[in-house]
């Protein structure tokens, strides 16, 4: 099993900055595909970044394109993600998940890809 954990989240205001981290314990990290997911109340999960299991790939979802930039450290099992130019809308509880073999070619953006899910944390971006 996999264990993740994330934190970074936090207040900021309409344009400024926030690094999320998750910290992956247990299966070997470094033969995980990972992504971050957002949930806003009332709307669905949707996906925002992924990185493939190399680090040699990563994806984005068009809301965040330009803004975001998914990275990992494997020698520290961890998966950032550094948002900038954060907008109202941004404002989510951010999940991080862990993919070990993906199903279909879009594999980054589909929730039932992943196997295992972080706790969540919290953004909030005020105007």
């Known amino acids: 099993q996999v264990q993740l954990v994330e934190s970074g989240g936090g207040l900021v205001q309409s344009g400024g900055s926030l690094r999320l981290s998750c910290a992956a314990s247990?299966?070997?990290?470094?033969?995980?595909?990972m992504g971050w997911f957002r949930q806003a109340p009332g709307k669905e999960r949707e996906f925002v970044a992924a990185?493939?299991?190399?680090?040699?790939?990563?994806y984005y979802a068009d809301s965040v394109k330009g803004r975001f930039t998914v990275s990992r450290d494997n020698a520290k099992n961890t998966v950032y993600l550094q948002m900038n130019s954060l907008k109202p809308e941004d404002t989510a509880v951010y999940y991080c998940?862990?993919?070990?073999?993906?199903?279909?070619?879009?594999?980054?953006?589909?929730?039932?890809?992943?196997?295992?899910w972080g706790q969540g944390t919290q953004v909030t971006v005020s105007s």
């Open positions: 990185i493939s299991w190399s680090g040699g790939n990563t």
């Open positions: 247990g299966r070997t990290f470094s033969s995980y595909a």
């Open positions: 998940a862990a993919l070990e073999y993906a199903s279909s070619s879009t594999w980054w953006s589909r929730s039932y890809e992943y196997d295992y």
